[in-house]
């Protein structure tokens, strides 16, 4: 399975898919820095895993303006938001829910 996904991942970088705006000398260093899966990984039960991913992942969020967004992504956003726009009834804008909440609170804090 490490040799699939070291093929994949070779695959990709090869296509331009990964490391994106990386050296090819940045690249050989990060894959040589980090082995997969890092040491006592395994050792961990599923949920500290879980767990230990969720961290890098919060790690990575706490800095997303440096993560680069594919043209890929952005184009799927583009063809989800227009198709949005073509159903007339889907949803409630903000405004028109904060009203009704509004008045809706205001009218059970009457009844009591």
């Not at 949005?84 to 809706?104: H, V």
Request: zero cysteines; aromatic letters at 8%.
């Amino acid at each position: 399975m490490v040799k699939s996904r070291r093929i994949k991942e070779d695959e990709a970088i090869q296509e331009g898919k990964l490391f994106r705006g990386y050296s090819r000398k940045e690249r050989l260093k990060m894959s040589q820095a980090l082995p997969l899966p890092p040491p006592g990984f395994d050792a961990l039960t599923a949920d500290e895993q879980i767990d230990y991913l969720q961290s890098l992942w919060d790690r990575i969020a706490a800095h997303a303006e440096q993560v680069p967004v594919p043209d890929w992504h952005r184009k799927v956003l583009a063809e989800r938001l227009a198709s949005l726009e073509t159903i007339s009834d889907y949803g409630k804008s903000w405004e028109q829910f904060d009203r009704e909440l509004t008045e809706e609170l205001q009218t059970k804090s009457d009844r009591t």
